[in-house]
């Protein structure tokens, strides 16, 4: 192949024609996961209906992924498509499965992690009836090792939004925590032709994708339908995964809030103070995951990034819509620019005072910011009284 826009499609299993429609598209980005694959179409098979669809898109893998899918399929009666290309990322994956996708709704799912389909196909089946753009479900973590399990880091967020209700139509303007929710494409489902009419687009080449489309998914939609119930199963722990990996990598999330941005261009200011405490919980995360020689850099960029972006009047919302305190001292600490305190909080170091007192010096941004402040100068200042007197030389 003499470019990665070019690309080879192979038909598996699939009855009818291209233009037959599905009710799902599941489209399952593949690059050098052979030992989890098969677990993973397995999860999606299992469903057993012909309304689903999956297109595997082997994004120039160079293990044995490739003859993996080829080898599940001859055992899989399911419509199938494959999709080979050079390797472009899985942002361009995504697309490449999207343009070749007959389904109603489409999905995705990383090809090392599992889904329950029947969550899915509920979801689709009552965003058809209620006249939804997107649905949503939750989504749980386990381990590869252990393969213990537990709820995602959004689970109080779905608990604040919905009580015990079971499912719930809304919107960003009707329901800025939707805002707040997983920002990962693979715990929702988009309808084709508003993904298409919308141009919802992964950026190519992008890290940390998934933030610009949901705000702009959730930006634009009429309705949304929240499903309360656990879809997806994210896997962690294992050996190569990204989003493990310490790497100059983690400075795309700063493209991605900017991106992010942009499409909330018109929002209102309860839905950007959600974007906003998202974004800053995104940023500070990634730099916990940033090399310790960029540290300093990866958080200057990102306050001077959030200082161009966050009018001044918004920090107070953003904070108010932190989950917790650290949470909350996260956003402070990136509205008052305090560099050096995000740095040492980063790499699990006790502030130095002198980062401590730049959140003293910025006392609108509340008291949790000043408390903590005072309580590091409190901690110095008794460490400085409790040391020892220096004995000169006899």
């Known amino acids: 192949m003499d470019s990665v826009n070019e690309i080879s499609i ?27 694959l098969g677990e993973t179409l397995n999860s ?3 469903y057993g209906g012909r309304d689903v669809e999956i297109i595997i898109v082997d994004d120039g893998s160079t293990d044995g992924s490739a003859q993996a899918v080829a080898a599940w399929i ?22 490449a499965g999207l343009a070749v996708a007959r389904g109603s709704f489409v999905g995705f799912c990383d090809s090392d992690d599992r889904l329950e389909v029947a969550v899915y196909v509920k ?5 058809q009836e209620r006249g939804c753009d997107m649905a949503m479900c939750r989504s749980a973590v386990f381990d590869s090792v252990s393969e213990d399990a537990h709820d995602f880091y959004d689970a109080h967020i779905w608990h604040n939004m919905l009580k015990h209700s079971r499912c719930q ?6 329901e800025p925590l939707l805002f707040r929710l997983e920002p990962n494409a693979n715990t929702r489902l988009i309808r084709r032709d508003f993904m298409l009419r919308h141009e919802l687009t992964f950026p190519a080449g992008l890290h940390f994708e998934d933030f610009p489309v949901h705000v702009h998914g959730v930006a634009v939609a009429r309705a949304v339908l929240v499903l309360n119930a656990t879809g ?42 959600q974007i906003t405490a998202m974004a ?5 995360w990634c730099g916990t995951h940033t090399l310790n020689k960029d540290r300093g850099r990866f958080f200057a960029e990102a306050c001077a990034l959030l200082g161009g972006l966050v009018p001044a009047t918004l920090w107070p919302l953003a904070e108010a819509a932190a989950v917790d305190e650290r949470e909350r001292l996260i956003v402070n600490a990136l509205a008052a620019r305090a560099e050096g305190l995000l740095v040492e909080s980063a790499a699990r170091r006790r502030p130095r005072l002198s980062s401590a007192l730049v959140l003293l010096r910025h006392r609108q941004h509340g008291r949790l910011a000043r408390h903590v402040a005072l309580r590091t100068l409190k901690w110095r200042l008794g460490n400085f009284i409790r040391r020892p007197a220096r004995l000169g030389r006899p």
Do not use: W
Request: glycine share 6%.
């Open 169 to 174: 139509v809304l919107n960003g303007l009707s």
């Open 123 to 127: 979801m689709a089946r009552l965003a």
């Open 232 to 273: 997806y199963f994210y896997r962690v722990n294992r050996n190569g995964k990204i989003t493990d990996q310490k790497s100059a990598k983690r400075f795309d999330i700063l493209r991605s809030v900017a991106l992010a941005f942009d499409y909330a261009q018109g929002v209102d200011t309860h839905g950007m103070a």
């Open 44 to 46: 999606i098979a299992a």
């Open 10 to 36: 192979q038909a598996a299993r699939q009855p009818g024609t291209a233009q037959d429609q599905c009710l799902i598209s599941f489209i399952v980005p593949v690059f050098n996961t052979e030992a989890y």
């Open 280 to 284: 800053c919980r995104m940023i500070y």
């Open 74 to 95: 001859e055992t899989h009666d399911v419509p199938v498509r494959v999709i080979h290309q050079q390797n472009a990322g899985l942002s361009a994956a995504r697309m």
